[in-house]
């Protein structure tokens, strides 16, 4: 079973920074591409950015220049770091991987944007 922890999420004023961050289990960190999600209040689950396991990186137009999506994969772990945040950036924020075609989602973390 894969699983992934998201951690890193918090209340933090416009204009701020947070780095989130995917602890993951299992062999696949390595090989597969591990991509963020996010979902605010009242709306669908976005897609946020995504990485490849050679490091191609790829964003969503809302995000693209502020954040930053990264892997370690001698800790399994990857990152966003989120820069220049604003309201509309508040959402729960989910790690996601695909295995054999079963998705995997981590827990979600919380992340709040004060004007």
């Known amino acids: 079973q894969v699983q992934l922890v998201e951690s890193g999420g918090g209340l933090v004023q416009a204009g701020g920074s947070l780095r989130l961050s995917c602890a993951a289990s299992g062999s696949m960190f390595g090989i597969n591409v591990m991509r963020w999600y996010r979902q605010a209040p009242g709306k669908q689950r976005e897609w946020v950015a995504a990485?490849?396991?050679?490091?191609?990186?790829n964003y969503a137009d809302s995000v693209k220049g502020r954040f930053t999506i990264s892997r370690d994969n001698t800790k399994s772990t990857v990152y966003l770091q989120m820069n220049t945040l604003k309201p509309e950036d508040t959402a729960v924020y989910y790690c996601?991987?695909?295995?054999?075609?079963?998705?995997?989602w981590g827990q979600g973390t919380q992340v709040t944007v004060s004007s």
């Open positions: 990485i490849t396991s050679g490091g191609i990186t």
């Open positions: 996601r991987v695909s295995v054999v075609g079963i998705d995997y």
